[in-house]
């Protein structure tokens, strides 16, 4: 095993700064986006005959409705359409995992955020107004509103769908070992409870898009979406359309981070668009979007963790329950990453038992967000190491590096896993930053310190779930490398990965690529999510080029009657001899486009030898050290530096790679010290960004990346997603480095100033 | 602000009335029961969230002589209401009557509303000048149905006719004195207050004055004991300051907390050099 | 005794005229409307987006006499006699241009849609600086939100026009951020 604290054996560590960012960008084309040029979902204003709609939200988080009268609405001015429950042809129900969430509600709200009528209008004003003439009659429901009561409440849901007709949605629980034996021959034995908030997506661009009905009874959506494909699905079922009549087309979209992954303004726009014969958008603003738009799952666990005098971990036991508010969504899944994590993937552990419950409230919905329930779990492991290092004397790096796996290991799990770098040396390499020689002092305003914690992600749906994706490359009529895939871009820098990977694999430059992505029509890639599209693409475009490159081959040479041998593809194109024979636009015009052009589709990269498989196979790591500064007079905390090492695979893009760490953190942050869409009674009590606060350019922290890539040249998945990782670990980092300033520990995030003082004045008179 | 009118309307249908003088502003306010526009980025808000805005506004014009500008006066330093904050932190005479000013308002809102945030609005918002202000003994200008006149901010605040205008307010000259202020909030910048607290000392004595979560206010009880008995055992201090606290509204105990802490600090700064 | 003024026939929707990236317009709008909505009303003005309408992300930032202003909270009574510019209007200033290069190099974006309006804020800082101004480049954006960066490109970017020859000619170089404060 590689020895620890020398940086001389820590092998292929490379810090992403600045130079290799600008060299990476140069050839890209960001001037679009930066002058504003680039047309996001919501710009869409030019479409002729373009409506407007609005959707009617429940003004109670939980009642019956006994009426829904839309005839004042219909007779306002500018008005077209008016719909509600009756008024869907086909399903009037979606969600990814259950189909639980009505379109418009009939009979039943259940939170404040639900559906229950939609109008278009000449202008968005117009619409408005209308929804305010829609009478409703309420009759309210007790509220369900805390998620540790909800199974003891009275059911949200249909008992068909649920466990013997309660809130309980799933319960799943992991094991392995004998716990009560393990447990009994612990020397220290640490139990604690932790929360994690409900946190909010906040993309800069809220939820909106486009509905353009064919005139044939089908409907074109043009949206900020993450599934293409699945959501035409979807939307097929609720207009009561055959499948073919309903195509989606991504938009470029501001940010989703899993919070787009439902459908959000789809299906009230495409009913209106079917009603009214006329093209419909919707965009909802920021209130609205506070409102009913996905949340991340608040968790609570009480974890208990236990190790032998000699700092082994035997026995983990964790119990969690996780609010995923009044419809389905993700939750499952979440649930079930949730309990992977939970096992403490990156260590050796002779017994556990991690179990939970995900119920249903009336608070709000909760669904994907970056981490999927991965970051909320990893949080309490990480703690409960640090507390057991703790109780057994010893520095929280010495517990870790005991019971580090190593790289051959079977996963927590006893799945095959792939790991890019020993899981040693990603500690060694963390053990190493400078932060930790930074000098603390004791006076002053400010009381510093240093904290660090690690974590793991897979790539990839996980458990055997159907996984696959395929993508498509051609020669356009205009001349250009066409490359498509049903992926989504949604600022996550995939175009510019992609144009980065052909460039290298073709030899062209990056304006000769075009890259075409989200559109129901093409490729099928599978959802935009689960850190899944850079191996996707990755594995996809390896098998596909060199038949391309080929076929391409074979058509210049007969178009430019040189020998195939000898002609390469070069910036601009052809090349013979180190001379353009050839440009990419006299070839797309002179010889069949058809034959070349060339497609595949593979499924995501799962364990090889199992028969079920379980997690996921392809494996990421990171090690964030914190360093923050706690105000002694108010408790408040600043995080100064973050530095992350990252064992991830290899780096396509350096930018991309960057700024997905660096931007997943500074998530991570938030999430940890100011972020929670708190609810009383099931109304959320922040309803904007003047009062939900994400960390501004001043609260960010000065960021290190350093990554650490031991995988092989050979290696058949030398690449991973890293859209998550950045997340994993920051916040439990926070919690150290204020434990060693202050010496608090918080459990609870985010961190409360006001609780941290408290404690701070009582650890003052403790002295 | 709610609109005090009973009348609601959208924004689309909001009239916004142009006096054209101070007078005649005073008057439509009275009249027809509309609220004041300045920067309007208090009520804009405000009605953005509640859907509800007033059938009228009266629209205030920065020319308005006095209404804008900081100039001394016998009376000590006079900031027009319609100031912006930025012209406020920028102005040579801020730097030399109070520089602490900058610091504060560096974190009050962001840079882009602070080019139209008012120095009236923020004071009638409660906001973060407030307690600088209550601290200093300030004295509005207020133009009101009979003419204008003159009284303390404090007073002013507690009871204020509806429609009467501000126009200016007067700050003692401090030059030389000592000022502490200091702003706590959720994150860096941009943030809500938890609370700004200010501590000057004018060379005789200290005066201290909060605002943010709980009401604006002096601290006159604390203010006394420190006068009366010098600066004691913090112990007793802290009881005092948390009780008059509680009584100006300030219900979490730990904001409390919090609060005395800056307090004692900012005490301890002021009277360094006393 | 109260005054009695004539009170003027005040509607709810008006002509206003100002200027816009260099030429002169005129809407006929809600006096109380937005600045950011009649820019998004003619389709030829993207770069301003709403982003929360209250004043506190920075999306919808424009220059207003100069000076970057969100203009969700902007009102159209406000604008007859000054001057609005965009990013549309800017796209062959220097400082644009300084900024936007900047920005691109450093990659400080990924979806871009608060991009302009930081953007936007950069460039009246350097002015600001130019003009004799000793406050931090930094300081322009703290009212501008971004959640998908975290803010590591835009800090790179800034640090490449805090530099020497940056745009303002100001000797200031960057400072380590992170040994502020």
Redesign the interface.
């Known amino acids: 095993m590689t020895p620890e604290n020398s940086q001389g054996d820590v092998r292929n560590l490379v810090t992403l700064d600045g130079d290799a960012i600008r060299k990476a960008t140069s050839g890209m084309d960001l001037a679009q986006r930066i002058e504003g040029r680039l047309a996001y979902a919501t710009d869409q204003r030019h479409l002729s005959g373009l409506l407007y709609g609005a959707i009617l939200r429940s003004a109670c988080a939980h009642a019956l409705i006994t009426r829904v009268d839309i005839s004042r609405a219909l007779a306002m001015p500018g008005v077209h359409a008016v719909i509600k429950a009756d008024d869907v042809p086909g399903l009037n129900r979606f969600g990814i995992v259950i189909r639980d969430q009505p379109v418009f509600c009939d009979e039943r709200v259940r939170y404040e955020g639900d559906a229950i009528a939609a109008v278009a209008a000449d202008t968005p004003e117009q619409a408005r107004d209308a929804l305010n003439a829609i009478d409703v009659d309420y009759q309210p429901l007790p509220v369900v509103s805390d998620a540790t009561l909800a199974e003891q409440q009275p059911a949200l849901h249909d008992s068909r769908e649920t466990h013997g007709g309660s809130n309980l949605l799933a319960r799943e629980t992991l094991e392995r070992g004998d716990l009560d034996d393990a447990f009994s021959r612990c020397a220290v034995i640490v139990e604690h409870h932790y929360q994690t908030p409900r946190q909010m997506h906040a993309f800069m661009e809220t939820e909106g898009g486009v509905a353009i009905p064919d005139g044939k009874g089908g409907v074109l959506f043009r949206a900020g979406c993450q599934s293409g494909h699945r959501d035409a699905e979807q939307l097929a079922d609720i207009l009561g359309v055959a499948r073919e009549q309903v195509t989606v087309e991504s938009t470029a979209t501001g940010g989703a981070f899993g919070g787009k992954d439902e459908l959000t303004v789809q299906p009230a726009a495409g009913l209106l668009a079917l009603k009214t014969g006329r093209p419909v958008m919707i965009h909802l603003d920021r209130f609205e979007s506070c409102r009913t738009g996905m949340k991340r799952h608040p968790v609570a666990v009480k974890m208990t963790t236990g190790c032998d005098a000699g700092g082994r971990m035997l026995a983990h036991k964790a119990e969690a329950i996780l609010d995923t508010g009044a419809y389905a969504s993700l939750g499952p899944a979440v649930l079930e990453n949730y309990l992977d994590h939970a096992t403490a993937p990156l260590y050796r552990i002779e017994a556990y038992r991690v179990s939970g419950r995900l119920v249903y409230t009336n608070n709000g919905v909760c669904g994907a967000f970056r981490g999927f329930g991965g970051n909320q779990a990893t949080f309490a492991v990480e703690s409960q190491l640090d507390e057991l290092a703790r109780g057994l004397g010893i520095e929280p790096a010495t517990l870790r590096r005991i019971n580090l796996r190593s790289p051959g290991d079977a996963g927590s799990r006893n799945q095959t896993v792939r790991w890019t770098a020993p899981p040693a040396c990603v500690l060694a390499a963390a053990l190493d930053s400078p932060l930790w020689s930074r000098p603390d002092t004791d006076t002053g305003r400010w009381m510093t310190g240093t904290g660090m914690a690690m974590g793991a992600q897979g790539n990839g749906l996980g458990d055997g779930l159907p996984d696959s994706g395929g993508g498509r490359i051609s020669l356009s009529p205009a001349g250009r490398i066409c490359v498509e895939f049903g992926i989504s871009d949604y600022g996550q820098n995939i175009v510019e990965s992609i144009i980065r990977f052909v460039c290298k694999g073709v030899g062209c430059r990056e304006t000769d690529v075009e890259v075409v992505l989200g559109r129901s029509r093409g490729p099928d890639s599978g959802p935009t999510s689960a850190s899944r599209s850079t191996v996707l693409v990755h594995g996809v475009l390896a098998s596909i080029l060199p038949r391309w490159m080929d076929a391409v081959r074979g058509h210049a040479a007969r178009v430019s009657g040189h020998p195939v041998k000898g002609l390469e593809f070069g910036p601009g194109g052809m090349f013979f001899d180190g001379q353009q024979v050839l440009s990419y636009g006299e070839l797309a015009g002179s010889a069949n486009l058809d034959e070349m052009a060339a497609s595949a589709s593979q499924n995501f990269p799962v364990a090889p030898d199992s028969g079920q498989p379980v997690g996921r196979y392809l494996q990421l790591q990171i090690a964030t050290v914190a360093r923050v500064a706690v105000d002694r007079l108010t408790g408040r905390v600043r995080v100064t530096d973050l530095h992350h090492v990252t064992a991830a695979g290899r780096v396509i893009y350096p930018p991309g790679y960057l700024g997905q760490i660096e931007g997943a953190a500074v998530m991570g942050q938030g999430m940890a010290l100011t972020e929670d869409m708190t609810t009383h009674d099931g109304c959320y009590q922040a309803d904007n960004l003047d009062q939900y606060l994400i960390p501004t350019f001043h609260d960010a922290p000065v960021q290190r990346v350093d990554v650490l890539d031991d995988t092989p040249e050979d290696d058949p998945y030398p690449v991973r997603g890293v859209g998550e990782l950045g997340i994993e670990a920051v916040a439990p980092a926070i919690t150290a480095a204020i434990e060693v300033a202050t010496g608090v520990r918080v459990r609870r995030l985010p961190v409360d100033p006001g609780d941290l003082l408290v404690e701070m004045a009582a650890q003052e008179q403790n002295l | 602000m709610e609109p005090v009118n009973n009348e609601v309307t ?10 054209e003088s101070p ?2 502003a ?3 306010a ?2 027809f029961r509309a609220p004041y ?1 300045a ?3 208090w009520l ?2 405000s009605c ?2 509640s859907r509800q ?1 007033p059938a ?2 009266v ?1 205030l014009n920065p020319d308005w002589p006095e209404f804008r500008g900081i100039q001394e006066t016998e009376a000590g330093l006079s900031i027009g209401a319609l100031t912006t904050l ?1 012209e406020l932190a ?1 102005h040579p005479l801020t730097e030399l009557y109070l520089p602490q000013l900058n610091g504060l308002i ?1 974190r009050v ?5 602070r ?2 945030g008012t120095v009236g609005g923020n004071l009638l918002a409660g906001g973060d000048l407030s307690a600088l202000a209550l601290a200093l003994d300030t004295d509005v200008t207020v133009v009101g ?1 009979k003419g204008s006149n003159r009284q303390p901010l404090v007073r002013w605040l507690q009871d204020r006719p509806a429609g009467d205008l501000l126009r200016s307010v007067t700050v003692p000259d401090c030059r030389g004195w000592g000022v502490s202020l200091e702003k ?1 909030g ?7 207050t938890r609370a700004t607290v200010a501590c000057v000392h004018d060379g005789y004595q200290v005066q201290l004055a909060v605002c943010g979560e709980g009401r604006p206010g002096r601290l006159m009880v604390t203010e006394a004991m420190l006068r009366d008995e010098g600066i004691r055992e913090l112990t007793d201090l802290e009881i005092v300051v948390d009780s008059e606290l509680e009584t100006l509204g300030w219900h ?1 105990p ?2 409390r ?2 609060v005395r ?2 307090l004692e ?1 900012g005490l301890m700064e002021v009277t360094r050099d006393a | 005794m109260s005054d009695h003024y004539q009170v003027p026939e005040t509607p709810a929707q008006e002509n206003i005229s100002f200027e816009l990236n260099g030429a002169a317009v005129i809407r006929s709008v809600p006096g109380a409307g937005t600045l950011l909505d009649i820019l998004r009303e003619s389709g030829q003005i993207t770069s301003a987006r709403a982003g929360c309408r209250v004043g506190r992300c920075g999306a919808c930032q424009v220059l207003l006499d100069g000076r970057a202003v969100p203009s969700c909270l902007v009102m159209a009574w406000q604008l007859p006699g000054h001057h609005v510019e965009t990013v549309e209007g800017l796209n062959k200033d220097p400082d644009f241009l300084s900024v936007r290069d900047a920005l691109a190099s450093e990659s400080a974006l990924q979806c871009g849609y608060c991009t302009p309006g930081f953007a936007v804020s950069l460039v009246a800082g350097i002015r600001q600086r130019r003009q004799g101004s000793t406050v931090d480049l930094t300081e322009s954006v703290a009212g501008n939100l971004c959640r998908c960066t975290g803010y590591g490109g835009l800090r790179r970017a800034i640090d490449q026009l805090s530099g020497p020859g940056c745009p303002d000619e100001t000797d200031d170089r960057g400072v380590s951020l992170s040994e502020k404060q």
Do not use: C, I, N
Not at chain 2, 10 to 19: D, N, T
Not at chain 2, 186 to 192: D, H, N, Q
């Open positions: 959208e924004r689309q249908a909001v009239r916004v009335m142009r006096p007078r005649q005073v008057s439509f009275k009249r526009m920067g309007g980025t804009q808000p953005e969230r805005w009228q506004l629209a930025d920028s560096k809102a962001g840079p882009g509303v080019h139209l149905g706590l959720y994150r860096e910048r941009f943030s809500p979490d730990r904001l907390l919090a802490r800056m600090s």
